[in-house]
Nanobody
Framework: QVQLVESGGGLVQAGGSLRLSCAAS????????MGWYRQTPGKQRELVAS???????NYADSVKGRFTIFRDNAKNTVYLQMDNLKPEDTAVYYC????????????????WGQGTQVTVSS
C-alpha cells in the first residue's frame, strides 16, 4: 500500500555530511509521522530522529546538534541532514513512516524503507 524509497547513503570521512532522503508513495490519506532509525550488527534498531505532522521533532542524544530532520510535504519526502558525521554514526539507516490509510479511518500504520548504508571513516 505504501512504499518508502530511501537514498543518499554512502561513504564519508569523519566531519563530513550526508543527506538522506525518503520518498513515500502509494495509497494513504496523510502522513502522521516520519522518522529515521539506524541499526548496526549486534545492536537493536534505534531511533535517530522523528518528525510528527504538527512539526514536533525528537532526536537521539547522540545526534543532537548534528542531524536535522525535515520534510517536503509537496513531495511526501522526509530528509535527514547529517553534519559532522562520526564513525559511531556508521549504520544502516531506515526510514519509517506512520500513515493514516484513509479519510474514513483514524487507524495508523507503520511502513519501513529498505535501508541505506552510511559509513563514516575515521
Amino acid at each position: 500500500q505504501v512504499q518508502l524509497v530511501e537514498s543518499g547513503g554512502g561513504l564519508v570521512q569523519a566531519g563530513g555530511s550526508l543527506r538522506l532522503s525518503c520518498a513515500a508513495s502509494g495509497s494513504f490519506f496523510s502522513i502522521n509521522a516520519m522518522g529515521w532509525y539506524r541499526q548496526t550488527p549486534g545492536k537493536q534498531r534505534e531511533l535517530v530522529a522523528s518528525l510528527t505532522s504538527n512539526g514536533s521533532t525528537n532526536y537521539a542524544d547522540s545526534v543532537k546538534g548534528r542531524f536535522t530532520i525535515f520534510r517536503d510535504n509537496a513531495k511526501n519526502t522526509v530528509y535527514l541532514q547529517m553534519d559532522n558525521l562520526k564513525p559511531e554514526d556508521t549504520a544502516v539507516y531506515y526510514c519509517n513512516g506512520r500513515v493514516r490509510a484513509t479519510i474514513e479511518s483514524r487507524l495508523l500504520y507503520n511502513y519501513w524503507g529498505q535501508g541505506t548504508q552510511v559509513t563514516v571513516s575515521s
